[in-house]
């Protein structure tokens, strides 16, 4: 079953080492990046015209192509996916103090964001299997003074956006995804961006779609583009109008020009991990005590994560020391994510609102663990995966 | 007086067009930009390492660079300038709500940082000449709920370092200054960034030393680069622990290979602007009614801007009028800063606290007009603002 080919060649299956030994250590993520000769003529552009930052045509460019890309009507770039956050957050005129219900399982920019906004963050359930915050504990934390609910479609996996939307239309409650995990998904050929009222990309190199540092702030509505405008540039309305406490969330030329070359990668990129994640189901699918990544039948995935979920009790092992095996063979996994929001210092105080005695959220923080997702995991890596998770301990 | 020389060669002085005639624009300013000739190595070395950001090898380096350059202990590189500032104002643990004292002389996004803290921000008057906070006027707004005191060292002017010395001094008072405009400023050799608590400068495009996008937060304590670090990077101490409310400010590795490349031509370019701002002040020196930049002798200029200050009743014509008459020959001067702060719809319901019936800032801010500032500016189009400013109405 393994190694019947090489995934980083197109020419006849390379004979497989056994055991596989990796020289250079296989990364959990690697940057997505243009060939610098396509990137040289864009620069020089960029020189020749002087207009480096500040909307230039490059940024308007590829502004205009993640619109088309994503499928939605408002896209504006941002210099990084946190700052994107903090402005989605300041459109919606939140009330100062009112609560925003998160999802623990994120990284702390989520939580940040509501902070940075003088709102409170509470911290609600995640559902087993999509490890996505749980309609039902959202509910229960509730309150008068609830204004918005903030979903992390985590690792490229869809919250349950139907029952968001109903949360959301039956009171005066407004639904924001943080979407640095999930460029590009669709559900029954909806863009994930379609759902709610604002969905925050990241363009971060980790990410599929990346501009070095960099993010999206996409709605639903062409009539959101005027405020994130104003919000991401000072709140400057006119050369003498300033109307919101805006922030600098300019991306540069450079950056755009970075942009524009990787979006014409993604589609190849997505395809070879898509490969990737069928063969790690190849190898994985067998094993007990292995919670591979959640279906959603309906979904076009982003390809950004491969989690799995290991139950030491199963599977006779635990995540720690699946992580450290692997790690002593140059392959490199991230335990993501662990800690979760409510074990920071600044949230350390907040309970997790749930259904169950012990939050889920508790519970997988012990057991995720995120293998290599990128084009350049090669077949051996894969072999050693397969070796790690089937040794007999 | 006029044309006797051309700035923009160094051959036998040309002979001046008279009246001279303006083909390309003249912009307040223009990006430093190294050749693209030297870029490329750097790119390719990012490319092999495909480290693009998360403090990599060359942030780190400009880091360093820049600590050295700047004679200061602590020198953080962020995003940009905001991104910078409201990490600064973070640093010192300020009580929620209460007041920093600023000026309404600057751009929005002093007043804004303030804002995104939960801080109050507490606008104070300017001093006729420096155009910087006044002391008198900040004591007069020192409440028990004051916390800090933002000073801008405007256009490059520094503020009186040592009058906020003495009332941060004796109150529980800190003191931070907005040095976007003050890269590189000293005071009897003595680096501005030296002063009080914190100093942030600002890298945009139109700045002396640029990254297209950039800050820089600058203290004069090795403490205090640690939590600087965090607050940075998400608060993120460390793989298991988040211990502050941070932000993105992360610089990425592209712009930190423009930023290493551009410090090598600061010198170069700043004294071409010596040279401007020695020309404009032979050709309005002798006009009644125009107040030069402050002169501040033991200070080593930023070469940032060059504001002049038009008295309409003594010279005769508006500023408005000069910047339109200007603008006809195709010399773009910035009526820079008016609007002020409190002309901003967020900050309008607050009053200037002043020692006179009418804020000074008032005044100034219908009066100050900055002139094209940059090493392109040509003989030409000294010859242009000659002629203007000396046309009989």
Chains 1, 2 share one sequence.
Request: charged share 25%; proline share 6%; hydrophobic share 40%.
């Amino acid at each position: 079953m393994l190694g019947e080919q090489n995934l980083d060649h197109d020419g006849a299956p390379a004979e497989p080492r056994h055991p596989p030994v990796i020289d250079k250590p296989v990364l959990i993520a690697e940057p997505l990046l243009p060939d610098l000769k396509d990137l040289i003529p864009l620069l020089e552009g960029i020189w020749e015209r002087k207009y480096v930052t500040n909307h230039g045509p490059l940024h308007e460019q590829l502004e205009a192509a993640l619109a088309d890309h994503l499928g939605v009507k408002t896209a504006m770039l941002f210099n990084n996916a946190t700052i994107g956050l903090i402005a989605a957050l300041k459109l919606f005129d939140l009330p100062p103090g009112s609560e925003v219900i998160t999802t623990p399982m994120t990284f702390a920019a989520t939580a940040h964001a509501i902070s940075w906004n003088g709102l409170t963050p509470v911290f609600a359930d995640i559902l087993p299997g999509t490890m996505t915050l749980d309609p039902a504990a959202v509910e229960k934390a509730i309150t008068s003074r609830t204004s918005a609910i903030l979903g992390v479609h985590v690792y490229g996996t869809l919250c349950d956006v139907d029952a968001f939307a109903r949360i959301g239309a039956s009171r005066d409650i407004r639904i924001i995804y943080d979407a640095a995990h999930a460029f590009g998904a669709t559900r029954s050929g909806v863009p994930v961006s379609q759902f709610g009222d604002a969905s925050i990309f990241s363009f971060h190199a980790t990410k599929l779609f990346n501009t070095l540092e960099g993010g999206l702030v996409a709605t639903p509505r062409e009539s959101d583009r005027k405020k994130i405008y104003y919000l991401r540039n000072f709140g400057i309305k006119n050369e003498e109008e300033v109307v919101e406490i805006g922030i600098n969330g300019k991306m540069n030329e450079v950056q755009a020009a970075i942009g524009l070359l990787n979006l014409r990668l993604v589609a190849a990129e997505k395809a070879k991990r898509r490969r990737l994640r069928n063969r790690y189901i190849e190898i994985l699918g067998d094993l007990d005590g292995i919670q591979l990544p959640a279906e959603q039948p309906e979904v076009e995935n982003s390809e950004q994560y491969f989690p799995i979920v290991i139950d030491e009790t199963r599977f006779g092992r635990t995540r720690d020391q699946i992580y450290d095996a692997l790690k002593a063979r140059k392959v490199f996994s991230r335990k993501y994510f662990y800690p979760i929001c409510t074990d920071f210092e600044p949230y350390r105080h907040l309970k997790i609102v749930s259904t169950r005695a012990i939050p889920y959220a508790e519970e997988v923080k012990m057991r995720v663990l995120c293998l290599p997702f990128h084009s350049n995991v090669s077949e051996d890596a894969v072999s050693v995966i397969h070796d790690v998770m089937h040794a007999r301990p």
